[in-house]
């Protein structure tokens, strides 16, 4: 059987009593019902100590939605990669595409900050996705493979191989519009092809590629009989214990 990742996307949404109660209730349902599989969440920064407290001992993994390509510095308002690590994140979100689109996040930043990650013990979750204007004018494929070159330029075949690539396209995401499950698998076995090109068949086999973008409990089995899809990242559906439950709880055996 395959592993997937299966990882929630928080936001900018609880406070943190909030985040504990999710991530409690989180772990109370996989303790009833366990699954094989990898289980990611991504609080905010402000919940991060007290979620990390929370799931101590307990098999979801915790992950945090973006950081700063240096250890310290003056740097105001900014989160380091040393920092992450420090409250026990494994996992750090890089390049979502409202970091993109909203906050003029660059390929060059991503580019430093998957290095940073590698280099401070994390493993990065790059996203990489088109706007609708680029899909419906043809550059769907033109866009992903600029943003995938550009983050995993500095890093090695065997840390390309350990991380994480998430299909996200902008159109999708919070728009209740999914793509199709042929639409996911064509951009996402062109990544894999790509990165073999770069870093080596090993690392395009062993890179897990989710996808994202409207991700519910009814949409799951579509996406994930996919050849290259190993995983979604989930957004709003994440926020609800009794929803991302139904994602994570996916059985390969029953949908194939």
């Given at each position: 059987?395959?592993?997937?990742?299966?990882?929630?996307n928080?936001?900018?949404?609880?406070?943190?009593?909030?985040?504990?109660?999710?991530?409690r209730?989180?772990?109370?349902?996989?303790e009833?019902?366990?699954?094989?599989?990898?289980?990611?969440v991504?609080?905010?920064?402000?919940?991060?100590?007290?979620?990390?407290?929370?799931?101590k001992?307990?098999?979801?993994?915790?992950?945090?939605?973006?950081?700063?390509?240096?250890?310290?510095?003056?740097?105001?308002?900014?989160?380091?990669?040393?920092?992450?690590?420090?409250?026990?994140?494994?996992?750090?979100?890089?390049?979502?595409?409202?970091r993109?689109?909203?906050?003029?996040?660059?390929?060059?930043r991503?580019?430093?900050?998957?290095r940073?990650?590698?280099?401070?013990?994390?493993?990065?979750?790059?996203?990489?996705?088109?706007?609708?204007?680029?899909?419906?004018?043809?550059r769907?494929?033109?866009?992903?493979?600029?943003q995938?070159?550009?983050?995993?330029?500095?890093?090695?075949?065997?840390?390309?191989?350990?991380?994480?690539?998430?299909?996200?396209?902008?159109?999708?995401?919070?728009t209740?519009?999914?793509?199709?499950?042929?639409?996911?698998?064509?951009?996402?076995?062109?990544?894999?092809?790509?990165?073999?090109?770069?870093?080596?068949?090993?690392?395009?086999?062993?890179?897990?590629?989710?996808?994202?973008?409207?991700v519910?409990?009814?949409?799951?089995?579509?996406?994930?009989?996919?050849?290259?899809?190993?995983?979604?990242?989930?957004?709003?559906?994440?926020?609800?214990?009794?929803s991302?439950?139904?994602?994570?709880?996916?059985?390969?055996?029953?949908?194939?």
């Open positions: 059987m395959r592993r997937y990742v299966f990882a929630g928080w936001k900018m949404n609880k406070t943190v009593s909030e985040a504990v109660a999710l991530a209730a989180l772990r109370e349902g996989l009833k019902e366990p699954t094989p599989h990898e289980v990611v991504m609080p905010p920064f402000t919940a991060l100590a007290e979620v990390g407290k929370a799931l001992g307990s098999p979801i993994v915790m992950g945090a939605q973006n950081m700063h390509w240096e250890r310290e510095g003056a740097f105001t308002g900014e989160i380091s990669p040393a920092m992450l690590r420090d409250v026990g994140c494994a996992y750090v979100i890089l390049g979502h595409s409202e993109r689109h909203i906050f003029d996040e660059t390929d060059e991503l580019s430093k900050k998957s940073a990650a590698f280099d401070n013990g994390l493993i990065p979750m790059v996203c990489v996705g088109e706007t609708l204007a680029e899909r419906e004018s043809n769907t494929l033109e866009v992903v493979e600029r995938v070159e550009r983050a995993l330029r500095p890093l090695k075949p065997e840390e390309v191989a350990r991380m994480v690539v998430s299909y996200e396209p902008v159109w999708a995401i919070g209740g519009r999914v793509a199709t499950p042929d639409q996911a698998e064509e951009v996402q076995a062109f990544l894999r092809k790509r990165i073999a090109i770069s870093h080596g068949d090993d690392a395009a086999e062993a890179v897990r590629i989710l996808y994202g973008g409207s519910n409990p009814g949409n799951t089995p579509g996406i994930m009989i996919q050849a290259d899809v190993d995983g979604v990242l989930v957004g709003g559906a994440s926020l609800k214990a009794e991302f439950l139904g994602i994570v709880q996916y059985r390969q055996e029953e949908n194939s």
